[in-house]
């Protein structure tokens, strides 16, 4: 999988990149998405689109045209639940996933310099993709860095947002030079900012191996589709074993699930509800968690793990759940982000 890629887009429309503009280099941070607010009202369209999109609920050919009455469907007896593990999340800035984006966006903007701006996109809701490209052209810049804030490549989550990115530049004619980041999940800042969020989180904590278990939580997947060679998976565990390497604790404290399932087809695993009760089982009492492939906290790692798996481990299973927060706006996180985008400004040049 190649971490990076070039692509210049030009088309018969006329230039929507007038003469004397600013120029300059535009970063897009584009992330899954959230509802606009934490009731059933606006959660159920956004509900629609995400499982609209066959990336997400993937058909076979014959019933793909099923799909979005499938996505209403969920949509209509989820968005009560759903609405409420949203609202138990929900703070005076709105969304935690839009408003911790804006501060990694900030950040970022702060440490590449008045070179780049830096914007936020979401594949579903709002902002969305369209409304951000429509504010870099109207800059005038064109030269673009697609970020996707996933280190692992999955079909999913890059996969579908990188479609939608050039489906949106074929359709609007902007003449654009576009570098994309589709996976870094072996970028040497990027382990080290995870390693230091980690033993800080274990310190902070006085959380030792002797009497802790660490367990890296990744977002589920349909294992259709690593049977048809998505590397999600594979990147997921290398980038473990990578961070694990970094931290002064022992392999057989570490342990590594899958969260996040939807519908009843086969997961990968073991889920981390199993992996949680099979840990208090055998007598280990106190666990840390690390949402491992979200770079930003949200619904799962906020409630998923933070209320649901907490309830399951201490009030059910009578031990303590850590949860080791998203890198968030983590000063290594932001600086490590900063060295990958420089890197691929250097191989635009």
């Given amino acids: 999988m190649q971490t990076e890629g070039r692509t210049q887009f030009r088309t018969g429309l006329p230039d929507l990149n007038p003469a004397g503009a600013r120029g300059g280099i535009a970063v897009v941070l584009m992330n899954l998405g959230t509802p606009d607010r934490p009731d059933p009202e606006a959660v159920r369209p956004y509900l629609v ?40 999340i929900w703070t005076d800035r709105g969304s935690p996933l839009l408003s911790i984006s804006n501060d990694q966006a900030f950040a ?28 870099i052209a109207s800059e005038g810049i064109h030269d673009v860095v697609l970020l996707p804030m996933y280190p692992h490549y999955a079909g999913p989550t890059i996969g579908t947002a990188l479609q939608a990115a050039y489906a949106l530049l074929g359709q609007t004619g902007l003449r654009w030079n576009v570098h994309v980041l589709s996976s870094w999940h072996l970028f040497e800042p990027y382990l080290e900012a995870q390693a230091a969020v980690i033993t800080r989180h ?17 977002h589920s997947m349909p294992v259709s589709y690593i049977r048809a060679g998505d590397p999600y998976q594979m990147e997921v565990e290398a980038s473990i074993r990578a961070i694990s390497g970094r931290l002064e604790w ?15 087809v086969e997961w990968l695993g073991p889920s981390t509800e199993h992996v949680l009760k099979e840990l208090a089982a055998k007598g280990d009492r106190q666990v840390a968690v690390v949402p491992i492939s979200f770079t930003a906290d949200c619904v799962e790692t906020l409630h998923e793990i933070g209320i649901e798996y907490r309830k399951l481990f201490e009030h059910e299973l009578g031990g303590k759940l850590h949860l080791v927060p998203a890198l968030n706006d983590d000063p290594g996180f932001i600086a490590a982000l900063r060295a990958l985008v420089e890197r691929t400004i250097g191989g635009m040049n």
């Fill in 202 to 218: 274990l310190a902070e904590n006085h959380l030792s191996p002797e009497k802790s278990v660490l367990l890296f939580s990744a």
């Fill in 49 to 88: 689109e995400f499982l609209s999109d066959p990336e997400v609920i993937s058909l076979p050919r014959g019933w793909r045209w099923a799909t979005p009455l499938l996505a209403r469907l969920i949509a209509f007896f989820r968005a009560k639940g759903s609405a409420a593990n949203y609202a138990m």
């Fill in 250 to 264: 022992p392999s057989d404290r570490i342990r590594i699930s899958y969260q996040s399932r939807l519908g009843p």
């Fill in 108 to 135: 970022l903007e702060r440490e590449l310099g008045e070179s780049a701006r830096v914007f936020v996109a979401m594949r579903y809701g709002r902002p969305s993709l369209g409304s951000v490209f429509e504010e």
